[in-house]
């Protein structure tokens, strides 16, 4: 069964710092990668995916992640983190093995704070 | 265009007592799903759908049933309710495949 890690409850950055949020997966076959986001008292939004290609993917808001193989690894980074960013992140894997549907797996959720 | 809504908001039930969280989506969606938001366990999946008629389990399935008669709606049922089941609900869709899942603004159940 797939199963998404992240290992960071809480990370903190200075703003206009460079930040990134850590996320690593386990699959059968190919994996379908997403990160959400979770403001206050709000559902959950799409930032951004990855399928298939470029190993590099941008997304809403100035976010973009690195998806490697190897390390079974897909963090979010963005260059320059606002006060705005501050939020529960989330990243999802769907497994792909071939055949069938599979479900969207989620982890447990890194809360970033941005520090003015 | 609606996208996933979720009804109640708000709800608070006794022990024992049962009731029916509503899930629709105008968006013409295959894939179905119902997750629970518990601080520090992140979102675990309850149940899920494929298409109409067909469901599965997903991680925390217990205390909880779903049907899928029509592509646009999800209820889910709890039938008998407990304290453990007090949480933050979200329903979610999307397409079949490589797409990202649209979700509803929650139901926020407490159990006393």
């Known amino acids: 069964a797939q199963s998404v890690a992240q290992p960071e409850d809480q990370v903190n950055v200075a703003e206009g710092n460079p930040l990134t949020v850590k996320c690593t997966y386990s699959?059968?076959?190919?994996?379908?990668l997403f990160w959400y986001v979770q403001y206050p008292n709000r559902g959950l939004q799409f930032l951004l995916k990855?399928?298939?290609?470029?190993?590099l993917v941008k997304g809403s808001y100035g976010f973009e992640a690195e998806f490697n193989k190897s390390q079974t690894s897909f963090h979010l980074k963005k260059p320059s983190a606002l006060v705005s960013d501050s939020a529960l992140y989330f990243c999802?894997?769907?497994?792909?093995?071939?055949?069938?549907?599979?479900?969207?797996?989620f982890g447990k959720g890194t809360r970033l704070s941005v520090i003015a | 265009n609606a996208g996933v809504t979720q009804t109640p908001k708000f709800q608070v039930l006794k022990t024992g007592q049962s009731m029916t969280l509503q899930c629709a989506q105008d968006m013409n969606h295959e894939y179905m799903s119902w997750y629970r938001q518990d601080p520090g366990m992140g979102l675990r999946l309850i149940h899920y759908s494929v298409g109409a008629g067909i469901t599965d389990q997903g991680e925390v399935p217990n205390g909880y049933n779903v049907s899928r008669s029509t592509t646009e709606d999800f209820p889910l049922r709890l039938l008998s309710a407990a304290p453990s089941q007090t949480s933050v609900y979200f329903c979610a869709s999307s397409y079949a495949g490589p797409y990202e899942q649209y979700f509803g603004p929650g139901t926020r159940l407490t159990v006393t």
């Open positions: 999802a894997v769907r497994d792909m093995p071939g055949s069938g549907n599979t479900p969207l797996v």
């Open positions: 990855y399928i298939t290609g470029d190993n």
């Open positions: 699959v059968s076959g190919n994996p379908y």
